[in-house]
C-alpha cells in the first residue's frame, strides 16, 4: 500500500475519532441492583433525547450489580447507540460509581442523575440555564428550594430527616446550600474533571464532598429548584448510613482544607497544554 494512501486512511481515521469525542451531553446513571427501576428511567431519558438535537451520550455504571441490572442495560444497549454500560466488578459505592462515569465521560457537560428517575430528565433545561445564562460552572437540583412551577412529593418523615441532616451540613461544612443531597447535578467539564478527580468518597455521602471541593476551589454553584418525585426502593438507610455521612462532614473539612482556587486554576491551565 502506497504511503500516500497509508496517510489518507490515517487522515480520515483521525477525523472520526475526533467527530465521536464531539459530544455536548454525557448522562450518568449510578446502578445497584436496579433491574425494576432503571428500565423506565432509560425509556424516559431515551424519548427525551430522541426529541432533542443534543448531542449525548449515556452511561451506566453498573456498581457489582448481583440482580439482573446487567442484563437489562445490554438489551437498551443493541437498541440504543448513545448508550454504554461500565460494569464494576463488586459494589463499591454510588460515590465510586459516580465517579467512574464521570471520569470516563466526554461531554462538554456532565449530568449525574438516580436511576430510579425521581428528577425527570426534562428538568436538566432548567440546570443549562443556570450555566448558560447564570454563569455557573455547576447546577445542582434542590428540592428543598420553594418554586412556583416545581412540585416535590415525598414522605413526612423523610422531610423531616433532611432538614435535620441540612442543619448540620450548613453549620459544620457547606453553608449557603438549602439541598445537597438531590441526585441531579450538572457539571461543566472542567469542573467535573477537577472535583471527581479529588474525590475520595465512595458511599453517599460524596455529594458532600465534590460540592465542598468546588466551594473550596471557588467554582461557581447554582442550586436550582426541580421537580421530585419519592421513589420506592431508595439503598440509603436513613440510621447507618446518615450516621456514617455526619462523621464524614468533619472528615471532608479536615481532608479538603488545603484546597483553593488556585488549584483549579493550575488544573484547568494543564488540560488545557
Known amino acids: 500500500m502506497s504511503d500516500d494512501k497509508n496517510n489518507s486512511i490515517e487522515q480520515w481515521l483521525s477525523s472520526q ?32 433525547f430522541d426529541r432533542s438535537s443534543l448531542s449525548h451520550e449515556i452511561i451506566v455504571v453498573d456498581d457489582g450489580s448481583s440482580d439482573e441490572t446487567e442484563q437489562v442495560v445490554r438489551k ?10 461500565v460494569r464494576l466488578p463488586k459494589n463499591y459505592g454510588k460515590g465510586h460509581a459516580v465517579r467512574t462515569g464521570m471520569l470516563s465521560a466526554r461531554g462538554k457537560y456532565l449530568l449525574f442523575t438516580d436511576a430510579d428517575g425521581s428528577t425527570p430528565i426534562k428538568e436538566i433545561e432548567r440546570l443549562f440555564d443556570a450555566v448558560h445564562q447564570g454563569g455557573a460552572e ?14 416535590v412529593e415525598t414522605v413526612w418523615y423523610r422531610k423531616f430527616l433532611g432538614r435535620t441532616f441540612h442543619f448540620f451540613v450548613h453549620s459544620i461544612l457547606l453553608p449557603g446550600f ?58 440509603v438507610n436513613l440510621l447507618t448510613d446518615a450516621a456514617k455521612m455526619f462523621k464524614d462532614l468533619f472528615v471532608f473539612r ?14 484547568h491551565q494543564e488540560k488545557s497544554t
Not at 451531553?25 to 436496579?34: C, D, F, H, K, R
Open 76 to 85: 437498551f444497549e443493541r437498541i440504543c447507540p448513545h448508550l454504554r454500560l
Open 178 to 235: 438549602h439541598d445537597t443531597q438531590c441526585g441531579f447535578k450538572l457539571f461543566t467539564k472542567p469542573a467535573a474533571r477537577f472535583v471527581f478527580s479529588r474525590q475520595r468518597a465512595n458511599g453517599f455521602s460524596f455529594d458532600l464532598e465534590i460540592l465542598h471541593l468546588a466551594q473550596k476551589a471557588e467554582l461557581t454553584i447554582s442550586e436550582v429548584p426541580v421537580n421530585w418525585t419519592n421513589v420506592a426502593g431508595s439503598k
Open 17 to 48: 475519532e475526533k467527530h465521536g469525542e464531539d459530544v455536548e451531553l454525557s448522562v450518568i446513571i449510578p446502578a445497584y441492583n436496579e433491574q425494576w427501576r432503571l428500565p423506565t428511567t432509560l425509556i424516559d431519558i431515551i424519548d427525551y
Open 138 to 151: 455547576i447546577a445542582i437540583g434542590s428540592r428543598a428550594m420553594e418554586s412556583e412551577d416545581t412540585l
Open 254 to 267: 479536615i481532608r479538603n482544607a488545603g484546597v483553593s482556587s488556585e488549584d483549579f486554576q493550575h488544573a
